[in-house]
């Protein structure tokens, strides 16, 4: 078993988290008049895969006027968005020995705590869903990372919250994972509590 080179990080509720969520863009869409023309799974997928300003060139002109109209409680959203306590030191540690990347799904707007909080400084590449126009689980977007540090799938370990965008899709691809369940009992071996976990699950292989 090869050992582990790269580790890709998710962002919310991985390393960060929204404590005043207001579900700014899904209400959008439930105050539209027939949903932009959309059904609520087309308008999500446009929403986290393409630049805010592309989105309102292709949506109806009441996307613009209900987004305008509310902002302020987006801004109210990022704003309330906070780092978990140990995430400076974990990364600032795992980046002595490791190659540290981000694979994010989010609306571009939620790109914004990432350069406030100076997280940006720790990773050597940020792909963000809105970027590039894919969302996880697709594999594709999964691939940007080996083709941008040339090492093998079982050379590198997703770390992120969710079983079906970060845990399946990095099994599907033979990438190693390890799921953050910081809310309830855990109940699987690749579940940890605390990023405080990953150096001696790294140390010890245990995946």
Not at 61 to 79: G, H, P, Q, V, Y
Not at 108 to 121: A, D, G, H, M, R
Not at 123 to 128: A, D, L, S, V
Not at 169 to 189: E, M, P
Request: proline fraction near 2%; charged fraction near 30%; charge should be neutral.
């Amino acid at each position: 078993m090869n050992t582990i080179k790269v580790i890709v990080f998710d962002l919310y509720n991985t390393l960060i988290e929204i404590k005043e969520s207001n579900h700014f863009f899904l209400e959008l869409f439930k105050l539209s008049q027939n949903g932009f023309n959309l059904n609520l799974p087309e308008y999500f997928n446009l929403v986290m895969t393409k630049d805010i300003e592309n989105i309102i060139n292709i949506l109806p002109s009441e996307f613009k006027e209900l987004f305008d109209k509310r902002s302020i409680l987006l801004e109210k959203e990022i704003n309330s968005v906070v780092v978990y306590k140990e995430v400076f030191k974990v990364l600032e540690d795992l980046k002595k020995d490791f190659r540290i990347f981000l694979i994010s799904n989010l609306a571009s707007p939620y790109k914004i705590p990432v350069f406030e909080n100076n997280l940006n400084q720790y990773f050597e590449g940020m792909i963000f869903s809105c970027d590039y126009g894919i969302l996880k689980p697709n594999e594709k977007i999964f691939r940007e990372v080996e083709k941008l540090t040339k090492h093998e799938a079982n050379e590198i370990v997703m770390i992120g919250d969710s079983l079906k965008s970060d845990i399946l899709g990095a099994q599907h691809i033979g990438w190693r994972y390890l799921k953050v369940n910081r809310h309830s009992n855990l109940s699987k071996d690749y579940e940890i509590k605390s990023l405080n976990e990953i150096k001696k699950r790294l140390t010890m292989n245990l995946f």
